[in-house]
């Protein structure tokens, strides 16, 4: 009996440590490239995001304690702007890919950390995917407002191979 259930506990801790759902991001990030402005091209709908309408876009800069500002934008639907600022931390420093942000701070503290994985990233860092490891965020972003449709059919191809649905993704109006 022994015989037959260490293999089976041994196989089981093996096919565990594969975790086939697990989020895999890129190899490796330059921050120094991805600082500056991004579009937002498409999300997963989110509730801090609402009411946000039309032209999201979120600017990055790095900052002298190794940590990221982050300003997102956007155009509310009466016209109004809306701005949240934020920071964002490396908790991988090996790919530089795996960052956490925050966008709440008391009392000099950021608070409540969230997860923002790069998971695609163009050649030339000229789009990027973001996301959270139990998919249920997701950004696609750009350093213009618009991609043409074989640059969103590529990204939506690694979507897929990332274990997103690319039909829960809506587009961004951006003017």
Not at 5 to 18: F, M, N, R, S, T
């Amino acid at each position: 009996m022994i015989r037959f259930i260490l293999p089976v506990i041994l196989l089981a801790g093996i096919i565990k440590g594969q975790e086939p759902n697990e989020l895999l991001v890129v190899n490796h990030v330059d921050l120094q490239k991805y600082i500056g402005l991004w579009y937002e091209i498409a999300k997963i709908p989110n509730f801090f995001q609402k009411g946000c309408y039309k032209n999201t876009s979120a600017e990055y800069s790095l900052r002298s304690d190794g940590k990221i500002s982050v300003v997102n934008t956007c155009t509310e639907s009466d016209g109004s702007k809306k701005t949240a600022e934020g920071v964002a931390k490396v908790v991988d420093k090996n790919t530089n890919a795996k960052l956490e942000v925050s966008f709440v701070k008391i009392l000099g503290i950021n608070l409540f950390w969230g997860d923002y994985w790069i998971i695609g990233l163009g050649d030339n860092y000229e789009y990027a995917l973001v996301g959270s490891p139990d998919r249920k965020y997701g950004w696609i972003l750009s350093r213009t407002p618009k991609l043409s449709p074989e640059k969103l059919e590529q990204i939506n191809n690694i979507l897929k191979l990332k274990g997103y649905d690319p039909t829960k993704f809506e587009f961004t109006i951006q003017d």
